[in-house]
């Protein structure tokens, strides 16, 4: 009898630990979802998106020669096509400033227009380019920052009609790199084993250990140019001062998942989105501290990529497959 009454105890202690360590495993949801579900005709994975200086028109690419613009702030779109020949390109970035646009590709694709794509004429290339273009970002009349997917960064102040090298050598095949509001950047190797940076003034990347045994899957920079770090099985770190190597504790947020995050994007400083496969989007309202699950997106078959803010009002969560989400801050 006694040994009957300590299983049944025991058992009883089980699913009571059990049932806990579940709930606490899964994150609240988010009391109102403010992410419209955009889809798109389109089985491309969508890389980038720009607006001109107006807000209502813009530009949205990705692989399979995916372009498409819209005029009323991203509510709608129409598919756009370019005449490239017979190449088949992957668009990789899009920027504006003003009414001048510009497009990277792979294959080695550079795009210009200066009408707010009413029309876009293609940039030849150097063959002895390092890498392929992996983004830009318009930075003034005639200038702008085009950086390659070997590290490769290059700036033009005459519209494209020629180009000077900011950094000397390459850092090597990477699978993301990011620019900082004040032109730092950050690229994370391809297998995720280390991570680079180069700030103006250096003339060579500098390569940095990750501090875990975790494979890093993307990084960052926040407004204030300090770092965020994406680690492999769903593990993000932030770093505590504008020094590369200055991170403050793993933050796991959420335990159950079991799919990995892609991107991290905030719109105003202090809230946090964070996207990843299989729809997975989660939020912190206070700088990482705790933690909502977006649940009404959980449905959406795509993985997400890319988040972007406009600004603090006006956002995109690019996805696959025609995937698009947009930021509507009036259902909050």
Sequence with gaps: MNLLLNRAKSLLVFIVVTFFCISCSYLPSISENPWQTINLDTEAIFADIAFTNDGNHGWLVGTKSALFETTDGGDTWQEKTIDLGEAKVNFTGV??????GWITGAPAILLHTTDAGKSWERVLLSEKLPGVPYGIIALGNNTAEMVTNLGAIYKTTDGAKSWK??????????????????????AVSTRGNF??????????????????????QTMGFFDDDTLWMIARGGQVQFSQSENFEDWGEP??????????FLDLASPDGEQMWLAGGSGNLILSPDNGDSWVKDTAIASVPSNLYKIVFINENKGFILGERGVLLKYNTQTT
């Design 95 to 100: 920027s504006f400033f003003g009414d001048e």
């Design 195 to 216: 991570y680079s940076t180069w700030q103006p003034g250096d003339q060579e990347w500098t390569p940095h250990q990750r501090n875990s045994s975790r494979r890093l």
């Design 251 to 260: 933050i796991t947020p959420e335990y159950s998942t079991s799919w990995g």
């Design 165 to 186: 090298g900011l950094v000397e050598g390459a850092v090597g095949v990477a699978r993301s790199v990011r620019r900082s509001p004040e032109g730092k950047y950050v």
